[in-house]
């Protein structure tokens, strides 16, 4: 494995919606990044982006999405659950990329009003990660009943988070290790 | 194949067909390879050897 770059990881907040509270769940897994060792994270906020809707796939692919998703050797989506799944926009951004994405991994982080914790948009999830060849990891972070878990200004309520997201992040961490060594040094047959 | 960033001999990991409306069947094998020294990632179509 190369010693010498860190690990990039960066954090997708997969919503446009106004008044998101997956924003607060997204900077604080960012935030939470940031202090791990050996690694690199950028916040990627999709309302940014502005990609294109008459068109789909690498014809709208945005330039700035396109490298992060090249530098990355995981990727951690913070996405809320509308009506069972994930927004349309965020799929629709992933959708712009293939090979930046190809045998890394990838983390998701459901954020929904219930109780449930985005754990159906999560389980939508698996099938469009395979695709894109991306590695989902078999942990999460659900942020369940999020009102309870962020105040407005985005403070964190529940302190039991930091443990989960911990676990969820050394996961992740493991994986993206284990899959640019094999992007280093295994070839395929 | 060397990265065109840096030089270096990138590694072939994977294969992935892909969509492609340019040939009759709808979609070409794609080989991907990888960089080791800078990350760089590069997909290869196999129509690009034909």
New interface residues.
């Given amino acids: 494995m190369?010693g010498v770059?860190p690990l990039?990881i960066p954090v997708i907040l997969g919503t446009t919606r106004k008044g998101r509270m997956s924003a607060h769940a997204a900077r604080f897994v960012f935030s939470q990044l940031q202090k791990r060792e050996g690694v690199t994270s950028e916040l990627i906020d999709i309302a940014e982006l502005n990609l294109p809707v008459d068109d789909a796939?690498e014809a709208v692919k945005d330039p700035r999405f396109s490298l992060a998703m090249?530098?990355a050797?995981a990727i951690v989506i913070v996405s809320p659950e509308y009506n069972h799944s994930f927004p349309g926009l965020l799929k629709h951004i992933l959708d712009s990329c293939?090979?930046?994405y190809?045998?890394k991994a990838a983390g998701i982080v459901g954020v929904s009003a219930s109780v449930f914790g985005g754990a159906r948009v999560i389980e939508h999830f698996q099938p469009v990660l395979r695709e894109l060849?991306l590695v989902p990891i078999f942990w999460d972070v659900n942020f369940g009943t999020v009102h309870k878990v962020f105040d407005g200004g985005g403070e964190l309520l529940d302190q039991a988070y930091i443990r989960r997201t911990d676990k969820f992040l050394s996961e992740l961490i493991w994986m993206a290790r284990v899959l640019r060594y094999?992007?280093?040094?295994?070839?395929?047959e | 194949m060397r990265c065109p960033s840096c030089g270096t001999l990138m590694?072939?990991?994977?294969?992935?067909l892909?969509?492609d409306s340019h040939v009759p069947e709808g979609e070409v094998l794609?080989?991907?390879h990888?960089c080791?020294?800078?990350?760089?990632?590069?997909?290869e179509l196999e129509r690009d050897d034909e």
Avoid: F, M, Q, T
């Fill in positions: 190369n770059r990039s796939g090249e530098r050797d293939l090979k930046e190809i045998h060849g094999g992007r280093e040094n295994i070839s395929l | 590694n072939r990991h994977a294969e992935k892909i969509k794609a080989s991907i990888y080791p020294k800078c990350g760089k990632v590069e997909a």
